[in-house]
């Protein structure tokens, strides 16, 4: 069973959408009339240019409204979520003691040359993010932020040296595509290592999906707005079922 869906404006399905962007170009009214052309070349309809101004010299922004004819179907979408195994912080530390038996090393950085921690801190801190305490607070976790700037090389190298079994990789900044580059050098920097099998691999920034991170090579992606327990019952439930059949073969 299909469900086409439309954006929507002022009334339903009536395929309105707002874009913006920006042209190498002096603003004038003439760059007006050339970014709606634009919208129109884009296949949008009824192209309305709602601001134009400049924003450097020889750049300028624009925002358009517009309208599309084309709709998605919702229902043949699969886009499975990482967050599935829902538990507050004491129900993840009993079954981390129950099915891991002992404490997780997690470690956290932003890579690359990504200053911005606001991310990797809201899910390791003590403090954590929105009433949701972070992995620092968990009974069953050792968790080591190691900030901002981090080399995946460095990160693959820390990660050997003290035994950790969950690595969180975090960039904000997107640029020409740098996230891609290095989450994707870290992924291949712990298999050459020997070391991606053992390791719960997850990427973490406000682009990031869980989709996007399965084709990077990672156990699971957190976007934006994610809790700090969602991603301790992911590593914890993740962990315990790559070490069951250790245990078991024991």
Known sequence: MSKIVRPYGDT???????????????????ADEAARQLA?????????????????????FFVVYASTREGVDVEGIAAPSAGGHAMSMEEVDAYVAEHVGRKIRVAGAC???????VGIDAILNMKGY???YGLERYRMFEAFNLGSQVAPE????????????????SQVVTQKGSDIKNFTRLSELLEAEGLRDRVVLICGG?????RLAGELGY???FGRGTLPS???AFIAVTLAERLRPRVGAR
Do not use: C
């Open 130 to 132: 929105k009433g949701d």
């Open 154 to 169: 460095e990160l693959v190298r820390y990660t050997k040296e003290h035994g950790i079994d969950a690595l969180l990789a």
């Open 230 to 232: 969602a991603v301790a």
């Open 12 to 30: 339903q399905d009536d395929g309105k959408i707002q874009l913006s962007f920006t042209l190498p170009v002096e603003w004038s009214e003439a």
């Open 111 to 117: 890579i690359g040359t990504d200053a911005h921690t």
């Open 206 to 210: 406000p682009r990031v999906t869980n």
């Open 40 to 60: 129109g070349k884009m296949g949008f309809n009824d192209v309305q240019v709602v601001d134009g101004r400049p924003i450097a010299t020889g750049f300028s």
């Open 219 to 221: 156990d699971a992606g």
